[in-house]
């Protein structure tokens, strides 16, 4: 157990909808990355948060947004949903400071777009 | 910018055998490089770091990896292969600013009885 928690587990939802995935980050780290892995494309980094604010910005879509709260959870939503989203949804998290300090991952949200 | 490269999407190992996982960096100043291992419908748990204390780093389940500056590379190994070892390994390099983690393209492992 990585102490990094995501919810839902699973999620199935249609072409066109709008859906939020939940991270919590292990109890002290600052920083949260969300993550597409996709069996064409692998691990895709999409963006990163450190205590509130966005740091770094990978290839994540326009219908894509996320956002970190006070208490550090971050969401991640996803809107005007396509076929191609199916994928696993990843959150980890890592302390503040230190170049050499690793990710944390959570367990992941599995989304099918049908 | 950093990137790595792992050759080899998909390794099969005799059980009992070597296991040589291959990752190659690309980075203009030191890095710092991961191991993680995926195992089916679970997230990436960190297998070892270099964080350049010590060029051979040894990791969890009997895994290894030498830093190896002039050759750029960073290779997993382990001496014997269990058939719990089956997963997807990813190895990673963390940018110089901190904000970002490059991932490679991960390799299956295979274990053969």
């Known amino acids: 157990d990585s102490g990094v928690t995501q919810t839902p587990k699973h999620l199935i939802t249609a072409t066109g909808q709008r859906v939020t995935l939940r991270c919590s980050p292990r109890?002290?780290?600052?920083?949260v990355y969300w993550y597409q892995q996709s069996l064409d494309q692998g691990l895709q980094f999409l963006i990163q948060?450190?205590?509130?604010?966005?740091?770094a910005k990978g290839n994540i879509l326009e219908r894509f947004s996320a956002q970190q709260f006070p208490d550090l959870h971050s969401e991640l939503n996803l809107s005007s949903l396509e076929l191609g989203d199916s994928a696993l949804y990843f959150c980890?998290?890592?302390?503040?400071?230190?170049?050499?300090?690793?990710?944390?991952f959570g367990p992941g949200t599995r989304l099918t777009v049908l | 910018a950093q990137s790595v490269t792992q050759l080899g999407s998909h390794v099969s190992v005799s059980e009992g055998a070597l296991v040589l996982l291959r990752c190659n960096y690309s980075?203009?100043?030191?890095?710092?490089l991961f191991w993680y291992v995926q195992y089916p419908n679970q997230g990436l748990q960190l297998l070892l770091k270099?964080?350049?204390?010590?060029?051979l780093v040894k990791g969890i389940n009997g895994f290894e990896a030498e830093f190896k500056k002039s050759e750029t590379s960073f290779h997993l190994t382990k001496p014997s292969a269990h058939m719990s070892d089956a997963a997807e390994y990813f190895c990673?390099?963390?940018?110089?600013?901190?904000?970002?983690?490059?991932f490679g393209t991960g390799t299956s492992l295979t274990v053969i009885p």
């Open positions: 948060y450190y205590n509130g604010e966005e740091r």
């Open positions: 980075s203009s100043v030191p890095p710092y």
């Open positions: 270099y964080t350049s204390a010590a060029t």
């Open positions: 980890a998290s890592s302390p503040q400071g230190g170049q050499g300090n690793e990710q944390f």
């Open positions: 990673a390099v963390r940018s110089n600013t901190g904000n970002q983690f490059y």
């Open positions: 109890s002290g780290d600052l920083s």
